[in-house]
C-alpha cells in the first residue's frame, strides 16, 4: 500500500495489478502513457490476472500485458 502526498508520483510498470482509492472528493489521477488507453490491454478480472501471472512464471517470463 502506498499513500502519495500531493506532488508525488507511483511507476506502475506493466504486469503489475494496481487498485486505486480516492481518500477525498476532490483528489485527481494523472495517468501518463506512450500510447492511447485500449481497454483490450487490460486484465480488469483479479482472478484472469493470477493465471495469467502464474502462466507467464512457469514459463520463466517477465509478465506484460
Do not use: M, N
Not at 490491454?41 to 495469467?52: G, M
Amino acid at each position: 500500500t502506498f499513500r502519495l502526498e500531493p506532488g508525488s508520483a507511483l511507476h506502475i510498470p506493466p504486469g503489475i495489478w494496481a487498485l486505486e482509492r480516492y481518500l477525498t472528493a476532490d483528489a485527481l489521477l494523472l495517468v501518463l502513457c506512450d500510447r492511447p488507453y485500449e481497454p483490450e490491454d487490460y486484465l480488469t478480472d483479479p482472478e484472469v490476472f493470477r493465471a495469467y501471472r502464474r502462466q507467464a512464471s512457469s514459463e520463466g517470463e517477465k509478465p506484460s500485458v
